[in-house]
C-alpha cells in the first residue's frame, strides 16, 4: 500500500501589479475542472509522473498543487483558462505510476507555457483571477447602481433563479444551500450540469454573474442531448439519471490514465452497446461500448448489472467530450 495524505489547501493570491505568478506544473486534466470539483488523475507516463512527484514534494513549486487546463478540442493548444487544483489523496504503485485525488480550487488565466526538455514537464506562467464581488440589493442601494438595474445585477436574486431552476430540472444534489454564496453556486452548478465538455469549458473562462445567467439559460432551453459527430439526438434531458454522490456527471479515470466526463442517463435514443470495454467504475455492472446508430462513433458506455439484486439492471454513460457543444440562447437582460 502506497502512501496517502490530505494537505491542506495553498491559497495564490491574486496580485494585479504582478502580471504572472510563479512558474507550475500544467496538467491537461481531460476535463473541464472548477473550484471545488473533484478530479481525479492517474499519471502513467513519465513526464506526469514527474509533474505530480515534483508537486508533492514542493521544490521550487507551489506545494501539493497543479494548474489543470483543458486542451482544445483536436489539437495541442491549451485553453486561455484553467483551475489550480489541490492534491487531497495520492499513492505511488508497485508500476512506478500515481493515483491521485485533486480538489480545483481557484481560476487562472494560462500566460505563457513551455515542455521541459529534460524532465518532459510542461511548465506554465499563470494569472491568478480575481473573483468578483458579488452584487447585493444593498449596494446597488448604496449607489453602486441604479434601482433600475437591480433586477440584472443582484446576485443572490440570480443565484435563487439558477437554484431553483436546478432544483426542478435536475434535482439531485439540492443547492437551496448555496443560494447566499452566489460565487460558490454557480461553480457548484457549473461543475454538475449535464452539458458537452465544450459548454463546460465556456461556463469556466466567464465570471460568476455571467456564469449564473449562462446556467440558467441553459437549464431552461437545452433538452436535446446530441452527438458531436452526426448531431442526432442521443438523450434528453429528462433521462438524466443519478448514479452516485458527485450527481449525474462525474471525472472518471481509466487504467491507462485517460479521464472521462461521463453523464449518466436511464434511456437513450438510437445507441447500441458493442464489445466489452475492458473496464467498470461501476461495480456489479458489467460495461460495454456504446456507439451511435446513425454515424458508427462511440458515444459512451452501456452498464448491464451482474446482481439481481441491483437497480437500476441497466443504464447508459455518455462522454461529455462526444456531445455536441449547446447552443446557448440570447441571455436575458
Given at each position: 500500500?502506497?502512501?496517502?495524505?490530505?494537505?491542506?489547501?495553498?491559497?495564490?493570491?491574486?496580485?494585479?501589479?504582478?502580471?504572472?505568478?510563479?512558474?507550475?506544473?500544467?496538467?491537461?486534466?481531460?476535463?473541464?475542472?472548477?473550484?471545488?470539483?473533484?478530479?481525479?488523475?492517474?499519471?502513467?507516463?513519465?513526464?506526469?509522473?514527474?509533474?505530480?512527484?515534483?508537486?508533492?514534494?514542493?521544490?521550487?513549486?507551489?506545494?501539493?498543487?497543479?494548474?489543470?487546463?483543458?486542451?482544445?478540442?483536436?489539437?495541442?493548444?491549451?485553453?486561455?483558462?484553467?483551475?489550480?487544483?489541490?492534491?487531497?489523496?495520492?499513492?505511488?504503485r508497485v508500476d512506478g505510476s500515481v493515483?491521485?485525488?485533486?480538489?480545483?480550487?481557484?481560476?487562472?488565466?494560462?500566460?505563457?507555457?513551455?515542455?521541459?526538455?529534460?524532465?518532459?514537464?510542461?511548465?506554465?506562467?499563470?494569472?491568478?483571477?480575481?473573483?468578483?464581488?458579488?452584487?447585493?440589493?444593498?449596494?446597488?442601494?448604496?449607489?453602486?447602481?441604479?434601482?433600475?438595474?437591480?433586477?440584472?445585477?443582484?446576485?443572490?436574486?440570480?443565484?435563487?433563479?439558477?437554484?431553483?431552476?436546478?432544483?426542478?430540472?435536475?434535482?439531485?444534489?439540492?443547492?437551496?444551500?448555496?443560494?447566499?454564496?452566489?460565487?460558490?453556486?454557480?461553480?457548484?452548478?457549473?461543475?454538475?450540469?449535464?452539458?458537452?465538455?465544450?459548454?463546460?469549458?465556456?461556463?469556466?473562462?466567464?465570471?460568476?454573474?455571467?456564469?449564473?445567467?449562462?446556467?440558467?439559460?441553459?437549464?431552461?432551453?437545452?433538452?436535446?442531448?446530441?452527438?458531436?459527430?452526426?448531431?442526432?439526438?442521443?438523450?434528453?434531458?429528462?433521462?438524466?439519471?443519478?448514479?452516485?454522490?458527485?450527481?449525474?456527471?462525474?471525472?472518471?479515470?481509466?487504467?491507462?490514465?485517460?479521464?472521462?466526463?461521463?453523464?449518466?442517463?436511464?434511456?437513450?435514443?438510437?445507441?447500441?452497446?458493442?464489445?466489452?470495454?475492458?473496464?467498470?467504475?461501476?461495480?456489479?455492472?458489467?460495461?460495454r461500448n456504446a456507439l451511435c446508430g446513425?454515424?458508427?462513433?462511440?458515444?459512451?458506455?452501456?452498464?448491464?448489472?451482474?446482481?439481481e439484486i441491483l437497480r437500476p439492471g441497466?443504464?447508459?454513460?455518455?462522454?461529455?467530450?462526444?456531445?455536441?457543444?449547446?447552443?446557448?440562447?440570447?441571455?436575458?437582460?
Amino acid at each position: 500500500m502506497g502512501k496517502e495524505e490530505w494537505p491542506m489547501a495553498a491559497t495564490v493570491k491574486p496580485n494585479e501589479d504582478r502580471p504572472m505568478a510563479d512558474s507550475m506544473q500544467i496538467v491537461d486534466g481531460g476535463a473541464v475542472l472548477f473550484p471545488g470539483a473533484t478530479l481525479p488523475l492517474r499519471a502513467t507516463l513519465p513526464g506526469f509522473v514527474t509533474a505530480i512527484e515534483r508537486a508533492l514534494s514542493g521544490v521550487d513549486v507551489p506545494r501539493y498543487t497543479v494548474a489543470v487546463i483543458q486542451a482544445e478540442e483536436g489539437t495541442q493548444t491549451l485553453s486561455d483558462i484553467g483551475t489550480t487544483a489541490v492534491i487531497r489523496k495520492y499513492r505511488r504503485r508497485v508500476d512506478g505510476s500515481v493515483n491521485v485525488v485533486t480538489r480545483g480550487h481557484q481560476r487562472f488565466h494560462l500566460q505563457q507555457y513551455g515542455l521541459g526538455i529534460l524532465d518532459q514537464v510542461t511548465y506554465g506562467q499563470i494569472q491568478i483571477i480575481a473573483e468578483d464581488v458579488p452584487l447585493t440589493a444593498h449596494r446597488i442601494s448604496n449607489g453602486f447602481l441604479p434601482h433600475w438595474a437591480y433586477r440584472l445585477n443582484d446576485s443572490h436574486r440570480l443565484a435563487q433563479r439558477a437554484a431553483n431552476i436546478w432544483n426542478q430540472k435536475i434535482r439531485v444534489p439540492n443547492m437551496d444551500s448555496l443560494v447566499e454564496k452566489p460565487s460558490l453556486l454557480s461553480v457548484h452548478i457549473a461543475g454538475k450540469i449535464p452539458v458537452s465538455t465544450g459548454t463546460r469549458q465556456r461556463l469556466l473562462d466567464v465570471n460568476d454573474m455571467n456564469r449564473l445567467r449562462m446556467a440558467i439559460e441553459l437549464l431552461r432551453n437545452i433538452d436535446h442531448i446530441r452527438c458531436k459527430t452526426c448531431r442526432s439526438t442521443i438523450a434528453r434531458q429528462r433521462d438524466i439519471l443519478v448514479m452516485s454522490n458527485e450527481g449525474c456527471l462525474g471525472a472518471y479515470v481509466d487504467p491507462q490514465g485517460h479521464v472521462f466526463e461521463i453523464m449518466t442517463v436511464h434511456t437513450v435514443n438510437g445507441l447500441f452497446p458493442f464489445e466489452e470495454y475492458g473496464f467498470n467504475w461501476f461495480p456489479g455492472y458489467t460495461c460495454r461500448n456504446a456507439l451511435c446508430g446513425r454515424c458508427g462513433y462511440r458515444v459512451g458506455w452501456h452498464f448491464t448489472t451482474t446482481n439481481e439484486i441491483l437497480r437500476p439492471g441497466t443504464f447508459w454513460g455518455l462522454e461529455t467530450l462526444q456531445m455536441a457543444e449547446e447552443q446557448i440562447p440570447q441571455m436575458e437582460l
